[in-house]
Nanobody, 121 residues
């Protein structure tokens, strides 16, 4: 059974930092590109960051470029999202997702349950 389990969300003040983790099980994690998405209430889901299976390629949405960093540890079957200088507009539920191959081309089949990030003073 495939599971992606996110953690690390919470309430943080503007300008603060959080690190999200997504632990995978039931799949050969090291052959999947991975992505982080987010969805705020009343808004469409947004692809925030992606990373290739071997970490050679990373891409970010313009809205988070320079503030967020995606990384992964294939030995731990885990992908991370380091979020710095958080803004209220970063408030959303964050989801991790497998890509459809070694490099990210589109969303794959497996999703986590999501973790809430709230940025507020």
């Amino acid at each position: 059974q495939v599971q992606l389990v996110e953690s690390g969300g919470g309430l943080v003040q503007p300008g603060g930092s959080l690190r999200l983790s997504c632990a995978a099980s039931g799949i050969n994690f090291s052959i999947y590109a991975m992505g982080w998405h987010r969805q705020a209430p009343g808004k469409q889901r947004e692809l925030v960051a992606t990373i290739s299976a071997g970490s050679t390629s990373r891409n970010y949405a313009d809205s988070v470029k320079g503030r967020f960093t995606i990384s992964r540890d294939n030995a731990k079957n885990t992908v991370y999202l380091q979020m710095n200088n958080l803004k209220p507009e970063d408030t959303a539920v964050y989801y991790c997702n497998t890509g459809n191959g070694i490099f990210w081309r589109r969303e794959g089949d497996y999703w986590g349950q999501g973790t809430q990030v709230t940025v507020s003073s």
